[in-house]
């Protein structure tokens, strides 16, 4: 069974940076192109970063030039580096492989990332 746990998010104040981690388990983690997603209140959850088993990386226009994500097969573990914060991007973070634009596997709990103005 694939577990994936998030971790890293927090609150911030606009401009500042957090660092997410993404601990997956169960799966051959290399294999696979991994994502990171976004759910802010009331809104659907949205892909915002994606890596593919060759590093390749691809970002939403919201979040591209500020966010990097990155990934360790060894440690089976994915992170996104989120600099330049901006209040909008308040949400719960989450990590999955990626199934089209959905998510493959079980979610995690997601972490929670704040930013105020």
């Known amino acids: 069974q694939v577990q994936l746990v998030e971790s890293g998010g927090g609150l911030v104040q606009a401009g500042e940076s957090l660092r997410l981690s993404c601990a997956v388990s169960?799966?051959?983690?290399?294999?696979?192109?991994m994502g990171w997603y976004r759910q802010a209140p009331g809104k659907q959850r949205d892909l915002i970063a994606s890596i593919n088993s060759g590093d390749n990386t691809r970002y939403a226009d919201s979040v591209k030039g500020r966010f990097t994500i990155s990934r360790d097969n060894a440690k089976n573990t994915q992170y996104l580096q989120m600099n330049s914060l901006k209040p909008e991007d308040t949400a719960v973070y989450y990590c999955?492989?990626?199934?089209?634009?959905?998510?493959?596997?079980?979610w995690g709990q997601g972490a929670q990332v704040t930013v105020s103005s």
């Open positions: 999955n492989a990626l199934a089209g634009l959905r998510g493959l596997w079980t």
């Open positions: 169960g799966v051959t983690f290399s294999t696979y192109t």
